[in-house]
C-alpha cells in the first residue's frame, strides 16, 4: 500500500505524541506550509501529517522581501483560516518577528492569542539559549512548541545572506547545544533549515524529538516545504534543497491566457454555460 494511500486511511488526528512515536518506528513526518481555507483542505485530505501556517506568508501571500513586516493579527488570519480546513493534520502556527524577543511575557500573550484566537494545534518559533525564558513561559501554559534552528528567516539582517548556517565549527557546536536545550526544557519538535546534511542527522540520531529538515539533508526525521516552492508557483526561488513536484505557474498562466482569449473572442459562454 502506497504511503499517501495509508495516511488517508488513517483518519486520527495527528498529535505531537504521534510524532514521537513516528520517530521511534522510523516513519518520516511529512510537513507543508498553507496559509489559506482551500489549500489547506487539499493538502490535509492529501495526507499530510503536518501543515504549518508559517511567516513565510510574509513572501509568498504578502509579497514582501522578508518574513519580518508580517504581523500577530495577519499571522492569526491565516491560522484561523487554515482551522477551518483542517480535520487530520497537527496544525503548526509560527510566532511572527517581534512578537516574543522582547520578554517571557510578551511571548506568552502572543502564543495565547494564536492558540485562542486560531484553535491550532501549536506554535513554531526561531532560536536556542537566547529566548529560553520565552520558550518556557509558554511551555508553562500548555502550549506545546516547535523549535527552529538553523537559517531562521526573521534573523536575516544579521545575517545578511540566506545562505548555508552552521559550516564552521562555532556555529555548529552552538546549533547541537541549542538542540539540546529545546529538547530539554520540552519542545515536541524541531525544525532545522539550510545546515549540512551530517551535522542535522547528528542532531537527529542524538536528539528524542523528532527533527524536521528543510535544506537539511535525509538524515532528520521529517520533511518541511514551502507549499509555493514545491507546487511551482514561485518561479523565482530555485535552491538545491528544492524539489518541484508540480509546476502550477505555468498551468496558471496557461488556464488564464486561454479564458481571456476565450472571452475576447465571444468563446466563453457558449450556449450551454448560460440560463
Ligand atoms: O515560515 C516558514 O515557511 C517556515 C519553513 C521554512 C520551515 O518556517
Request: aromatic share 6%.
Amino acid at each position: 500500500m502506497s504511503v499517501a494511500k495509508r495516511d488517508l486511511e488513517d483518519n486520527r488526528k495527528v498529535t505531537t505524541h504521534r510524532l514521537i512515536e513516528m520517530k521511534q518506528r522510523g516513519e518520516k513526518i511529512s510537513m507543508l506550509t498553507a496559509y489559506d481555507y482551500s489549500m489547506a483542505q487539499l493538502i490535509d485530505q492529501a495526507g499530510m501529517d503536518v501543515i504549518l501556517v508559517g511567516d513565510s506568508a510574509s513572501n509568498v501571500m504578502a509579497g514582501n522581501v522578508t518574513t519580518l513586516p508580517i504581523t500577530l493579527d495577519q499571522m492569526i488570519y491565516h491560522g484561523k483560516s487554515v482551522m477551518k480546513a483542517v480535520k487530520r493534520a497537527l496544525v503548526v502556527v509560527d510566532l511572527p518577528f517581534g512578537t516574543y524577543q522582547g520578554n517571557s511575557k510578551e511571548a506568552l500573550s502572543s502564543a495565547i492569542r494564536v492558540m485562542k484566537e486560531t484553535h491550532a494545534d501549536c506554535i513554531k518559533l526561531e532560536g536556542g539559549s537566547e529566548i529560553r525564558e520565552s520558550i518556557e513561559r509558554i511551555l508553562c501554559a500548555g502550549i506545546p512548541v516547535m523549535g527552529h534552528l538553523g537559517l531562521t528567516p526573521q534573523s536575516i539582517n544579521k545575517f545578511g545572506t540566506y545562505t548555508v548556517r552552521a559550516r564552521e565549527e562555532a556555529e555548529a557546536k552552538k546549533l547541537v547545544e541549542d538542540a539540546h536545550l529545546l529538547e530539554e526544557i520540552g519542545c515536541f519538535a524541531i525544525v532545522l533549515e539550510k545546515i549540512p546534511a551530517s551535522l542535522a542527522a547528528r542532531v537527529a540520531s542524538e536528539l528524542t524529538i523528532p527533527i524536521i529538515g528543510i535544506g537539511a539533508g535525509g538524515g532528520v526525521d521529517g520533511q518541511v516545504l514551502v507549499m509555493h516552492d514545491m507546487l511551482g508557483i514561485n518561479k523565482g526561488f530555485s535552491p538545491r534543497f528544492l524539489r518541484r513536484y508540480a509546476n502550477l505557474a505555468e498551468d496558471i498562466t496557461h488556464a488564464v491566457q486561454a479564458y481571456i482569449e476565450d472571452v475576447k473572442t465571444q468563446d466563453f459562454p457558449n450556449e450551454k454555460e448560460q440560463y
